[in-house]
């Protein structure tokens, strides 16, 4: 699923400390441990969750996020359960990387109606989670190349 973005999280881990203030307050790793939380968080919650408890709900601001496939920078503030660390270390990143890896191992075998409830596009489906997740990752991840140039 996020195979092309695990690989790239994989290779700018040896940058986690960079940091380039024109871009963003916070370093490569920051950018990437939030993403990894988000990814592992996410693939705990969509687990647990019972597709008999779905609720299809029109969000229109995931219409439109989805429809034009990114997150605008600087608009929405992260969960505190998805921030980083104020120190962050590589070895947390591998880590939560390895985890992302085996959580995405078994994601196609979810049910279709499996959700993860978003705190601004409501219920997401696993198709819509997909989509979230891979959207998420890659609006880090170009932030994250935005800090290397």
């Not at 092309?4 to 290779?11: G, P, S």
């Not at 439109?64 to 503030?77: D, I, N, Q, V, Y």
């Not at 660390?85 to 979810?110: G, T």
């Not at 696993?126 to 991840?141: S, V």
């Amino acid at each position: 699923m996020l195979d092309k973005e695990l690989q790239l999280i994989d290779k700018y881990t040896n940058h986690y400390k960079t940091v380039n203030l024109k871009v963003s307050e916070s370093s490569v790793g920051w950018h990437l441990d939030h993403s990894l939380k988000v990814i592992n968080l996410v693939n705990d919650t969509i687990k647990k969750s019972k597709e008999s408890e779905f609720k299809k709900e029109f969000s229109g601001l995931s219409l439109l996020t989805f429809t034009f496939g990114f997150f605008p920078r600087g608009k929405a503030r992260s969960p505190k359960r998805v921030l980083p660390p104020e120190v962050i270390l590589k070895e947390d990143i591998e880590n939560q990387l390895k985890i992302a890896k085996e959580h995405l191992k078994s994601f196609e075998a979810l049910d279709d109606n499996q959700f993860f409830t978003h705190p601004l596009f409501k219920q997401l489906n696993k198709r819509q989670t997909q989509k979230f997740l891979k959207l998420h990752t890659n609006h880090h991840l170009k932030i994250i190349k935005e800090i290397l140039r």
